[in-house]
């Protein structure tokens, strides 16, 4: 299949290479073209504006927020109007999701998953849009994630989920920051509680991969940048405006990513919140 790929971070970098090495002809475009320098030496064919790599069967974004979407979309030598299916991979707002799926041909497809997720294929994907065009990219979901989710036919549908996942994972990060404080404080050593804690209630994934990064304070590099994490809850606050939706705890997560932003700098991982948990406690 001829495929585009607009944006290569760490997610995207990923999830592209997986699509070449699965056999595709692959385009891709980024905004620092020496992030392609690699895929290019392995098969790839370089594009010099985003709407060179929207010209085959799908043109796949993976990029940071609303206003990079829409440069690539809208923008000088974007790809609307392009024959390409346009796939969005991005975490944005509802809104935009909207006048995407006006625009043309477009199916939402945000992911679950950190960057060893998708170096592994291993992604969960959220796919939304007409279900012939979903249909379509169902052999590319299945090279970069593990399972598909499709939500349904409004592909703005697909983005609330995910803002309501990326919640969620905060909410877990809150918690389980202010039970290690707790715990802490008392005397018990954070790595037992955890051990306690994944090993009986909460043996999710989100806790024992969350877990681990609290308790061995990896918070740099970043796997999700704490500005992106800020980001999402924004969007996510947004929804809630707009639904009259009630979140009291997107606030206090919110505000504890504020604050560590601050004091840690734009290069931390977003589980830093739990640095303001901490430093609340005298820790």
């Not at 008392?186 to 969350?210: I, N, S």
């Not at 947004?238 to 601050?262: E, S």
Request: hydrophobic share 50%.
């Amino acid at each position: 299949m001829r495929i585009g790929f607009l944006g290569l971070g760490q997610m995207g970098h990923a999830m592209a290479k997986n699509l070449v090495e699965a056999g595709h002809d692959v385009t891709v475009w980024n905004r620092s073209p020496g992030k392609a320098d690699d895929l290019v030496a392995a098969g790839a064919t370089r594009a010099e504006r985003p709407v060179d790599a929207a010209q085959g069967d799908v043109v796949m974004s993976m990029l940071a927020d609303d206003a990079a979407v829409e440069a690539v979309v809208f923008g000088d030598g974007g790809i609307a109007g392009a024959p390409a299916l346009h796939v969005g991979h991005s975490t944005i707002s509802v809104d935009l999701a909207e006048r995407l799926a006006a625009s043309g041909a477009y199916v939402a497809a945000p992911v679950f998953g950190r960057p060893p997720a998708a170096q592994a294929g291993k992604l969960f994907v959220l796919a939304a849009g007409d279900p012939g065009l979903v249909e379509r990219c169902v052999p590319l979901f299945d090279t970069i994630g593990q399972r598909t989710f499709r939500i349904g036919a409004a592909p703005a549908t697909a983005n609330l989920v995910k803002l309501s996942g990326n919640f969620m994972i905060m909410a877990a990060v809150e918690a389980m920051a202010e039970a290690m404080t707790l715990a802490e404080k008392g005397g018990v050593d954070r790595h037992m509680l955890l051990e306690v804690l994944t090993g009986t209630l909460f043996g999710a994934p989100v806790y024992q991969t969350y877990g681990t990064i609290l308790v061995e304070d990896r918070f740099r590099p970043a796997g999700f940048a704490a500005p992106l994490g800020l980001k999402d809850m924004t969007l996510a606050d947004a929804a809630a405006t707009r639904y009259r939706a009630p979140m009291p705890l997107l606030g206090i997560v919110r505000d504890h990513l504020r604050a560590t932003i601050a004091v840690e700098g734009e290069d931390v991982d977003w589980a830093g919140a739990a640095l303001a948990v901490r430093r609340g406690a005298g820790l």
